[in-house]
């Protein structure tokens, strides 16, 4: 789904409204990174009617934009003076420095290594605890006396809280202090364990595994982040899948909360590929963009099932007309896609919890002529991830803000997760079973917590779904 588009070629004939180019000298410098974000949110930004200061007709003239762009003198406030309310749009975000945002979507993080989810101890709005998702091959935690179920509800000896989990959990090098889930209640057990972060790259393909039972041989592949340069790795797993001949396949997306809007494109084609050329996706843009694509490039706005990765490698497509999914509240964006997309073409057996509901992506824009990164202005790196585009599937359904409700709903169980990749661990049971049996057997917790946060959603651009401008 790379907009490797005309969209870098044609902007200039897009740019709209006050009547200049991004490139217009009557700019002072101290205002061409603000100039920069009016520019690319007035052209891009999917809500751009719905924010009068981004008006085509709002100013004049570039001097009129300049006396505006000058009452800021912090281009972060700026943008975010320029976005709807946060109830509508959760995810734009700015960044001082673009490395360190190709970096994020592309799964290089500053990082140790522990994948975590946040919830809410039982009764409390305040106060949380965390607990351990997987562990990253080859980082810090990899090292240490931590894993999979592992329980802590604090940091440095300060107990965890909604208000405070970010700034203590953002630090290069901290403590956890953990403690024991004792029948739903989080007991300090006094033990810790000292991680710190390192710049790590994510291969978001974690497990795969095939099971036999009778005549069915059930493959399984939890896949945690749609990184595009990592198309090869997830190619070659489902080349595993496909010569071990299986008959059914469980994807677990429970801790992918999202990326590239063109691999979650191959994903499809791989579980698929009996559809190739057939619409996998439709983006739906801002009014002038959508007008400008469907009297120019109506194809430009469709994202068609494929045969082929990125680098032009054949696809190692399964042929399947059914796909078990697993899901949790982390689930987002591009794997969001994913389930919806597919549902348009096959069955399609959700297990887990309701999703998190973003229907939109992004892209990321530079201060260029054309806003794509070739050109960049050498003087300063921001860089912009606004959300652009809203994606609906072949029968034009989209309007899952609240979440793709489970075809079989299930929890995880902090008190039973399971191993990953075991046929015992709950969520993967209950998919097996629903295939050899068809059955609804399931595990459910004794206890349930609310949803607060997770090691993605802590830095917004891990949950994005994403194009990019080439």
């Not at 059914?248 to 809007?261: A, F, K």
């Amino acid at each position: 789904m790379k907009k490797k588009l005309i969209i870098a070629n044609l902007l200039l004939l897009l740019l709209v409204g006050i009547g200049c180019t991004k490139d217009d000298l009557s700019v002072p410098e101290e205002l061409r990174i603000n100039n920069f974000i009016w520019k690319g949110l007035n052209q891009y930004y999917l809500w751009q009617a719905d924010v009068p200061n981004l008006a085509d007709d709002r100013f004049a003239n570039q001097d009129a934009l300049n006396n505006f762009l000058s009452g800021y003198s912090n281009p972060t406030t700026l943008f975010n003076s320029l976005r709807v309310d946060s109830s509508i749009d959760r995810f734009s975000v700015i960044y001082s420095d673009y490395d360190v945002l190709e970096g994020i979507l592309s799964g290089n993080t500053l990082n140790n290594g522990v994948d975590f989810g946040l919830r809410y101890k039982t009764g409390s709005s305040t106060d949380i605890f965390g607990w351990v998702r997987y562990i990253l091959p080859n980082s810090n935690a990899s090292t240490q006396n931590i894993q999979r179920g592992t329980i802590f509800y604090a940091v440095n000896g300060t107990p965890l809280t909604a208000s405070n989990y970010q700034s203590l959990l953002s630090a290069t090098t901290y403590t956890l202090n953990l403690a024991d889930y004792d029948n739903g209640n989080i007991t300090p057990n006094g033990q810790s364990v000292t991680l710190t972060k390192t710049q790590l790259a994510e291969n978001p393909v974690y497990a795969i595994n095939t099971y036999i039972q009778g005549n069915k041989k059930i493959g399984y592949l939890m896949y945690n982040g749609f990184y595009s340069q990592y198309e090869n790795q997830l190619n070659d797993a489902f080349g595993q899948l496909k010569a071990e001949n299986i008959t059914h396949l469980v994807l677990d997306l429970r801790y992918n909360s999202g990326g590239s809007i063109a691999t979650a494109t191959r994903l499809a084609s791989l579980i698929t590929g009996q559809f190739t050329g057939s619409v996998f996706a439709k983006q739906q843009w801002n009014a002038k963009l959508d007008a400008y694509w469907l009297q120019n490039n109506p194809s430009s706005l469709f994202n068609y099932f494929t045969t082929t990765t990125g680098s032009g490698s054949v696809l190692n497509s399964l042929n399947l007309t059914k796909v078990y999914i697993l899901t949790t509240k982390s689930t987002a964006s591009a794997s969001e896609l994913v389930i919806n997309g597919l549902k348009s073409y096959i069955d399609v057996i959700q297990i887990g919890d309701t999703t998190t509901g973003k229907n939109v992506g992004s892209v990321t824009l530079y201060d260029s002529p054309n806003f794509a990164k070739s050109g960049a202005n050498p003087n300063h790196k921001y860089a912009m991830q606004p959300l652009v585009l809203k994606t609906v599937n072949a029968d034009g359904f989209g309007d899952y803000q609240s979440g793709l409700t489970s075809t079989i709903q299930q929890l995880e169980d902090y008190g039973n997760l399971g191993v990953i990749g075991d046929a015992t661990e709950p969520l993967l049971a209950t998919a097996i079973n629903q295939i050899i049996t068809s059955g609804r057997m399931m595990q459910q917790p004794e206890k349930t917590f609310i949803y607060c946060s997770d090691s993605k959603a802590i830095e917004p651009l891990r949950s994005e779904m994403y194009i990019e401008l080439k």
